[in-house]
């Protein structure tokens, strides 16, 4: 199911009903070959929509007055900044206004891990991670961002060692 309209205010209660997007008019070319494309992939051969691709594949980031549908396997990072969160996704940054306890908790704990107060990391965007003394270690990603977990997040560094 598509949303379509000129109410962005609606954006959120779209998902609850398992929306596949929302789309606010006027709707650009692009935008809606997008959404084609996505809900091609989200059907199976009978037709149904398939919510496995459709709910937990995708995660909804509320940028302004728009809902950008985003990947989970294509979140690398996401940093805490004060009272927003930077969503860094497929060579792309969102900025979002949640807690980055809660927004850790949507993304679900087995792929994403805590390594700083400020920061959750993608395990498998993870490509070396470098002892930096006093219980840190700098961490460099695929992307070639890097980070530093914090002391206090040392048993979660360790686990990722072992």
Do not use: W
């Not at 728009?66 to 497929?90: C, F, M, P, T, W």
């Amino acid at each position: 199911m598509v949303f379509v309209t000129a109410y962005p205010q609606h954006g959120a209660r779209a998902f609850d009903v398992r929306a596949v997007d929302y789309l606010i008019k006027p709707v650009s070319g692009e935008r809606l070959r997008d959404t084609l494309e996505r809900l091609s992939g989200a059907r199976t051969k009978d037709g149904v929509v398939n919510e496995a691709v459709s709910d937990a594949d995708r995660i909804p980031l509320k940028v302004g007055s728009r809902v950008h549908l985003v990947q989970r396997n294509k979140i690398d990072l996401v940093v805490s900044i004060g009272n927003y969160l930077e969503v860094h996704a497929d060579g792309a940054v969102y900025t979002v206004r949640e807690t980055l306890t809660d927004f850790h908790s949507r993304l679900g704990c087995a792929e994403f891990a805590r390594l700083h107060r400020s920061a959750v990391v993608r395990i498998a965007a993870i490509r070396q991670i470098v002892p930096a003394g006093s219980a840190r270690f700098r961490i460099v990603l695929v992307s070639g961002q890097h980070l530093f977990s914090g002391r206090q997040f040392r048993s979660k560094v360790d686990e990722l060692l072992a």
